[in-house]
């Protein structure tokens, strides 16, 4: 491969081609680190408006480090995976403790919440580090213009492609090349039809050459989804609404308030079925129907909420959407 061609020409085809997010505006490493958590296995346009509320209510490390943990989880629900925003506030305080944001590889690949990955993206962009990032858009990008044939999720083949990025990166401008393989990845090696004719690698891609870019990347099977049904029961006593809160530690989103099931409140009088939704979490898919319901008495274990506050506390997502459907 022709290295210094490889460079020069996805670096151009960056600079024409590149979304306006908001995350590129800036090279403060407190701002790219959040950015790059929040874009851990979550899509782009859902991260942008979470971004910018997260940043107006935590603008700073110190107030990151400071804030109650379900004040954190709140500004959070919603874009899932919860273990990242603890993670953040752990790291946060680490930060502090180190005087200022790490300007060092390994110091950052230390923070709590932080992999291979991250680290080489915020190294990168924020202080012009040369370590390759590679991403799923990355990894399937290199996948096709190396022709990998192994399996991508396998530890062996993602240090091959770690090396390959390693080899490319563009030393003057490490940021900018991660983030243009990332992009490429993102909006033009697509995981399911390619669009090559757009592609400033074509020309060396050995994935396009061999006709075999719609096969690649490989990768292991999915386990197959798994059908979940839940009743979930709307009990309303003058303004709250009954709920439990998840121990701190419960495996899943821990320290969240969710609405009760059927199972939990037997005694519950069930009135009328008020809607019903669907919501899948990896491979799991949940039908939920939403009850609304009576109880002459309050369990132990749950606690009546004001609804004027439900905003202020961490709701699990389907708490938020079975509370929507009233609004319907």
């Known amino acids: 491969m022709d290295v210094r061609s490889l460079r020069r020409g996805i670096l151009n085809w960056y600079q024409k081609h590149k979304r306006d997010l908001p995350w590129r505006q800036s090279r403060d490493p407190y701002r790219i680190w959040i950015s790059e958590i929040m874009l851990q296995q979550t899509r782009v346009a859902a991260v942008i408006p979470y971004y910018e509320r997260f940043l107006a209510r935590f603008p700073d490390v110190g107030t990151l480090a400071a ?16 273990a990242r925003a603890r993670n953040l506030q752990r790291a946060a305080k680490k930060i502090q403790e180190l005087g200022g944001f790490p300007g060092d590889h390994a110091s950052i690949r230390e ?10 993206a915020i190294g990168s962009i924020a202080f012009n580090l040369r370590h390759g990032a590679l991403d799923g858009n990355a990894a399937r990008v290199l996948s096709r213009l190396i022709a990998e044939r192994g399996n991508v999720d396998s530890g062996v083949v993602r240090k091959r492609l ?4 390693d080899r490319l990166i563009d030393p003057r401008r490490p940021g900018e090349f991660n983030q243009a393989l990332m992009e490429l990845g993102a909006t033009v090696c697509l995981p399911k039809q390619p669009h090559c004719p757009q592609c400033p690698w074509a020309g060396e891609c050995q994935a396009l ?11 292991a099977g999915r386990p197959d989804a798994v059908g979940v049904e839940k009743q979930l029961l709307m009990i309303e006593r ?3 609404i009954l709920a439990w809160q998840r121990p701190s530690e419960s495996r899943r989103l821990a320290g969240f308030w969710e609405l009760p ?7 519950a009088k069930i009135e009328s079925r008020v809607a ?14 939403v009850f609304r319901a009576s109880l002459a008495r309050t369990p132990k274990g749950f606690h009546w909420l004001t609804t004027k506050k439900l905003s202020e506390i961490p709701l699990s997502t389907t708490a938020k959407k079975a509370l929507a459907c009233l609004t319907k």
């Not at 804030?67 to 919860?82: F, I, N, R």
């Not at 099931?261 to 005694?267: I, K, R, S, Y």
């Not at 019903?276 to 129907?289: D, E, K, L, P």
């Open 238 to 240: 003058a303004g709250k």
């Open 162 to 165: 770690q090396a390959s990025v």
């Open 111 to 120: 923070l709590p919440g932080v992999g291979d990955y991250t680290a080489a």
């Open 67 to 82: 804030s109650p943990e379900q004040e954190l989880l709140a500004a959070w629900a919603g874009l899932g995976y919860y």
């Open 261 to 267: 099931e059927t199972d939990q409140l037997p005694g």
């Open 209 to 219: 050459r061999l006709g075999i870019q719609d096969e690649l990347p490989l990768k």
């Open 276 to 289: 019903g939704f669907r919501h899948t979490i990896v491979n799991t898919n949940y039908r939920i129907a």
